[in-house]
């Protein structure tokens, strides 16, 4: 199976063909031109953008020609807006190394919105033809994920984000200003090259090398090669349920990044991300001392391996996508564990004030092996919502705000029980707010 076709978005909402204005999710159209619907209509990808649904095959996609280097891309809400409009392009051929430069990346999109425009550069990095794929992202799109598991077919995953198009480059070498749209001072290590220092009499932690991210280019083993083959990559071992990247720059210099995005199979993980980088800002040196941090936190779901792809986008244009290979092993009869992050300061409870998180860690009560047992998760069968409370507390060493991804709920028996999050919550502050877990029973049973 092709890695294009493994890279699954988790924790984001993406386009759904039921996301229409019914329903009060935004109707989206791209084109290859302002106004047009060639690429996306009416929120479904055209066929010239996919691949052949019987033989997989890219012979009938969309192509670009050698000597054309990057394209424009226009967005258009019919109806709606779609919320924190963001554009992502990965290549698993490494033939090109795809730029996205879309000036209103985390922005909303509304009908009246003028100049939604992007620019794919191709950066094409040797001969022959390469798949490109682009992923367009927005928080209120409604695919939904709590459909999404590990017993799916990639192509009943894919047909639920079909915000995600492809498209094919022709590459007669290695193109002119590759680098053009590229971050040249962001630098990334991880643990293997953290070592302590001392500045100004205090001990610190500091990157010895750049070992993940140099000047702005992904260095081996985090750089995809070929789809066909990802044993350059680093392996994250079995026993491993995180890694910590650490970000920094240039003496004197600094890089603004966008939020952040990681993808993987899901049916073998779901990673998650958190840190103080995950809402992106500015990236400075400040004598190499390491303050700005991102983890990936793999949360296996089923033995297996799988890609893991973290993408960071440089501002104003331009991206650093650093890649992995997780190893998972899950015992069939206990089933996944979702390791949890710490998260200080970040509280989650009930209406009447019974704690369900502390610093982002789920209390026992209501955690998968406890809640089976447990009084404070049982809800009875009158029941058909549950009102929850979130923040941030300063008193707990939390910061002002965190920014959260789109929920993902899981069902163990759906044939009993359905359920959604109304009102999700994507922003934790100080400030108490309140979502409400929906909760429709099909049947008798728990």
Known sequence: MKLAHQLLLLGLAALSTSAIAEDGTPLVCV????????????????????????????????????????????????????????????????????????PLHGKDVTPDTADAQATLAFNCAGDGDSVVTVMLLGKNFAADTSKVNADMKPEEVMASLPGRFKLKKQCGGVQAGQDAITSPWLNICDADAVESAFVDGEEVKKCSSANVVFNGHVKQPFTIVSDDKLDNLKVIPEDVEYIEFYLGTKPGETVEIGEPEVLSEAGICRPVLSGNAISGGTITHDKGVIKQTLTVTFNCRSTGESPVSLTIPLLPEGSATVSVVKK?????????????????????????????????????????????????????????????????????????????EAPIIFVTDPSILAASIDNPVLQVTQAKQAFTLSLNCASKGS
């Open 328 to 404: 998972c092993k899950v015992d069939e009869e206990s089933g996944p564990v979702k390791q949890e992050w710490s998260i200080p300061g970040l509280n989650i409870m009930t209406k009447d004030g019974e704690k369900i998180a502390k610093n982002g860690l789920t209390k026992p009560d209501f955690t998968e092996s406890g809640a089976a047992t447990s009084r404070s998760a049982l809800v009875g069968p009158q029941t058909s919502s549950v009102d929850i409370t979130i923040f941030m507390s300063q008193d707990e060493g939390g910061a002002d705000s965190q920014n959260l």
């Open 31 to 102: 084109g290859t031109a302002q106004g047009g619907c060639d690429i996306i209509s009416d929120s479904k990808v055209t066929d010239s953008f996919q691949l052949s649904k019987e033989e997989e095959s890219d012979a009938n996609l969309y192509t670009i020609a050698s000597d054309v280097d990057s394209m424009d891309l226009y967005i258009t809400v019919k109806s709606g807006f779609l919320q924190g409009a963001k554009i992502i392009a990965v290549s698993e051929d490494g033939v090109t190394e795809p730029k996205v430069s879309f």
